[in-house]
């Protein structure tokens, strides 16, 4: 015998679980977003290093071949 509140019960769980898979792709998706963020930042970051490195080439001739190298690598990179 079902009784009226086993089908609400029923309903409800079925909704519950719709919201917890909408929550949990709505998080993974931020998630995502966030370390699209840090990539970007990372090679903003490189790039910087990079042109820095090109600076410390022309003023530091003693070690401008290290500058240099440092330089190609952060560019690769």
């Known amino acids: 015998v079902i009784q009226s509140a086993d089908v609400y019960a029923a309903g409800e769980v079925k909704s519950d679980h719709k919201f ?3 929550e949990k792709a ?3 998706e931020k ?3 966030h370390l699209e963020e840090l990539g970007g930042l990372g090679t903003v970051a490189t790039g ?3 042109l820095h490195e090109k600076h410390a080439e022309k003023k530091d001739p ?3 071949h290290r500058h240099k190298i440092e330089e190609e690598i952060a560019a690769a990179a």
Do not use: C, Q
């Open 31 to 33: 998630h995502h977003k």
């Open 48 to 50: 910087a290093f990079a």
């Open 26 to 28: 709505r998080k993974e």
């Open 62 to 64: 003693e070690h401008a």
């Open 20 to 22: 917890e898979e909408y």
